[in-house]
């Protein structure tokens, strides 16, 4: 895999945008996550502890949750996606 880029929609902490306007980029050296007005997040490869499906409601509210040690970012982030989450990690 050279570089995985997906539309969809994100929740970083309080805030969320709707599917399309966010997107999830990611290579061997780093992971974006770009949520247009909420904001954008950068996670080098040290900053992931996890990456998890996150299943509110099928095919509507999915995606994925993803865990990191960076201490300045919100804890609650998930970018959803109509992607199967699974697939999608």
């Known amino acids: 895999m050279k570089e995985l880029k997906v539309i969809g929609g994100a929740k970083i902490g309080k805030a969320s945008v709707t599917i399309p306007l966010a997107s999830l980029k990611v290579s061997r050296k ?5 949520a247009s007005l909420v904001g954008s997040l950068t996670f080098l490869p040290g ?13 509507f509210a ?13 804890n609650d982030v998930v970018f959803w996606t109509f992607r199967d989450p699974h697939r999608l990690i």
């Open 47 to 59: 900053d992931v502890v996890s990456i998890v499906p996150h299943i509110v409601f099928p095919i």
């Open 62 to 74: 999915q995606g994925v949750r993803i865990n990191h040690s960076i201490s300045t970012y919100d």
């Open 30 to 34: 780093r992971l974006d996550l770009n």
